[in-house]
């Protein structure tokens, strides 16, 4: 599946003829430059690499701020520096999104899990704790797997089959229905079928 790099702009609605609203998430998809292509010979299987937001003074070694391959089933008709730009995906119907998700730090319960907290008042020392969370002589120990405290968020999430609703190859902006993980101006990775 051969894709594309962008940046999420943000969320809006599209009104069909017919009236309905559809909501979309807009995409920056700036044309991406094919930095390395990988073959079954030399790799082991066809990939093409994209570059993308090219630094402004870019040295030897680093020249995009962001890098992301793609399997494709063969490499001819790809060539080194050529640009792919956000037309290609003119005829696609829907497409895979990868992102990484908002990342939210280390959170309680409460927050991560939606546990419900305890009373307020009246001497109580359960306020936004877990409660308990082990048992007695066997197992003696917390069980794998229980809802705790810890890092939330920041985590890589594929959404398939999100449908492509309108795109602007004057812009470079993309239309994707429904929401997107991320916060805006994160890289967002899109697959499509050749």
Known sequence: MPGLIGKKLGMSQVIQDDGRVIPVTYLLCEPSEIV???TEATDGYPAIVLGFD???NQSKNKKFKTLKEFRVTTVEG???GQKISVSVLKEVEAVTIT??????GYQGVIKRHNFSRGPETHGSHHHRK???VGMCAKPGRVLKGKKLPGHMGNDTVTLKNR???TVAESDHVVAIKGPIPGAKNGYVYIKYND
Do not use: D, F, L, T
């Not at 992102?99 to 939210?104: I, P």
């Open 36 to 38: 390395h292509i990988k």
């Open 54 to 56: 090219a630094y402004k």
């Open 78 to 80: 790809y060539e080194k």
């Open 99 to 104: 992102a990484s998700s908002k990342g939210r």
């Open 130 to 132: 877990p409660g308990s």
């Open 163 to 165: 449908s492509v609703i």
